[in-house]
């Protein structure tokens, strides 16, 4: 999720008896027993059979299982996961319809209160819900304050009281936000405080539910920065335990997954005989191959063909390809990925033929190399590589205008019209597929990216030559799309293993267990 908030997670204590102090920091995830993840055995690929038919109820058991599945997935490789609250824009059918039954609701209390005598069925109802919410957030620990709660929220006492007319909600309220404020992170002092202000007591009651719901999501969040480094350990057995049983129930989970690493095959082999000394071209670094063609044989190896599947995922065309099974919890994640990929190309480009007309005398000059980029990447945000045409050619008018400026600060003499034209003409030609430059800058990236496929060679490669004014963003992003394909290679390793053995390469070299 985009822009996540920053929020400190709701409350822990160190006495267990007393009233729960708000924490700055995240409590350590409990140690589980080892036997909560099964290790398991090698899988096992799916026969050929016809896909067998499911049920509505497994349809619906295996969406449930899948969302686990994507929800513990998404906690590991995204630190900034969080749940939000979701505001719906406020002309939307959702805002509207939402809006609407609530005001219904809190306009049908405030009749109930009105009447005399009072009907309190709707009140009760909700202060119910409101102590179960409280209840709820609370820790193990804190017995002392559940037992306060329960006596000062004695429901069957409240009823007692309604019946006779001497309930007092304003007392009930206050000690519901002291309670509040015992147990809400810092981030919502203010918005209980400001509920200690709200007189109408349908209007406060209102309030209250928002306020606990803020503090329900903040308990949540922190549920998830507990369990975290829990996930992180086991993380690998668990996604693979739970693809077995999806696998076992849709026997086909696996064939665009199979299609894409018969493409890499074919792409290695054919490179094999093309260039077969430089394999990492391809995405097969020799530092992370077992060998781009086997002892035996002119077969790719198993390793320099999965390193070619992952860098195909920076040239997917979706519109064409279908995406592999194994990598759709990464699929948003990658697209991403590629898209800065694409991104620092055009900017790495840029500024090399701009370097290549503007001489070393002006592109050393203090701050305009920054410059440049600054108004690059500000005319490429959020543009897909199908709008890159048009982009140039606002780039390529403001490159010239910072030129003429700089040049002019500087006391060098302006461009010629002709060499104008050519600064300009060459950053348009950018935008075309066969652009030298473009080639050449797009392979150096890709080469430089294919030696971060494994962590452990991370941050220990030398820049390739043209690269250097974007190296802190490309380090950023080779150290993204290390990462996840760190963690898919562990989490379905065995199953692009076995792939590859049982179908893709059968003729690979033996004796390869894992990558």
């Known amino acids: 999720m985009s822009n996540p908030r920053e929020e400190t997670p709701p409350s822990d204590c160190s006495d267990p008896e007393s009233v729960p102090c708000r924490p700055r920091k995240a409590r350590q995830a409990q140690e589980s027993h080892d036997g909560d993840m099964p290790s398991l055995c090698p899988p096992q690929l799916p026969t050929s059979s016809p896909p067998r038919v ?11 299982e899948v969302s686990k599945m994507t929800i513990a997935h998404e906690i590991v490789v995204n630190r900034d996961f969080k749940l939000q609250e979701v505001n719906f824009s406020p002309n939307s059918l959702e805002s509207r319809v939402k809006e609407t039954l609530h005001k219904a609701f809190w306009d049908s209390l405030k009749e109930q209160l009105s009447a005399s005598p009072p009907d309190y069925t709707h009140v009760i109802q909700l202060l119910q819900e409101i102590k179960e919410t409280i209840l709820s957030l609370l820790l193990p620990r804190h017995s002392r304050l559940r037992g306060q709660i329960e006596e000062a929220l004695d429901m069957e006492l409240i009823r007692q009281e309604a019946e006779h007319g001497a309930l007092d909600i304003p007392n009930l309220t206050m000690y519901i936000l002291g309670t509040m404020a015992m147990l809400c992170a810092p981030v919502r002092d203010e918005e209980v405080q400001r509920l200690r202000g709200v007189t109408d007591p349908v209007q406060l009651l209102r309030e209250i539910f928002r306020v606990l719901d803020l503090m329900k999501m903040d308990m949540v969040n922190f549920t998830i920065q507990s369990l975290r480094p829990h996930l992180q350990d086991h993380s690998v057995q668990y996604e693979q335990k739970k693809f077995q049983e999806l696998l076992a129930k849709l026997p086909n989970s696996l064939d665009h997954t199979t299609e894409w690493l018969h493409k890499a095959a074919a792409e290695v082999s054919a490179s094999s005989w093309s260039s077969p000394s430089h394999p990492e071209v391809h995405g097969s670094p020799a530092p992370l191959s077992l060998g781009a063609v086997s002892r035996s044989s002119s077969t790719p190896s198993p390793m320099s063909v999965l390193n070619q599947g992952y860098m195909n995922l920076l040239r997917w065309e979706p519109a064409i390809e279908k995406y592999p099974e194994t990598l759709l919890m990464d699929q948003a994640r990658l697209q991403e990925v590629q898209l800065q990929v694409n991104q620092l190309t055009i900017l790495a480009a840029v500024l090399l033929v701009s370097s290549s007309v503007c001489g070393s005398a002006l592109f050393s000059s203090p701050g305009f190399v920054d ?28 490159v010239h205008q910072e030129v003429s400026e700089s040049l ?7 461009f010629t019209s002709d060499k104008s034209a050519s600064l300009k003409g060459q950053i348009r030609s950018i935008a075309e597929d066969d652009n030298a430059v473009r080639s050449v800058i797009e392979q150096r990236i890709h080469s430089f990216l294919s030696l971060h496929l494994s962590p452990s060679a991370q941050n220990s490669h030398s820049l390739p030559k043209g690269l250097a004014p974007i190296q802190e963003e490309l380090l950023e992003v080779s150290h993204r799309f290390g990462s996840v394909i760190h963690h898919n290679r562990q989490v379905y390793g065995p199953y692009y293993l076995a792939i590859l053995k049982k179908v893709v390469l059968p003729g690979a070299e033996p004796g390869i267990d894992s990558f």
């Open 54 to 64: 499911l049920s509505m109820a497994e349809l619906l058991e295996t969406a449930q």
């Open 371 to 398: 410059r440049l980029k600054r108004v690059t990447k500000a005319l490429l945000e959020g543009l897909p590589h199908t709008r890159f045409r048009e982009a140039l050619l606002d780039i390529s008018n403001h």
């Open 408 to 414: 002019l600060q500087l006391g060098y003499p302006a």
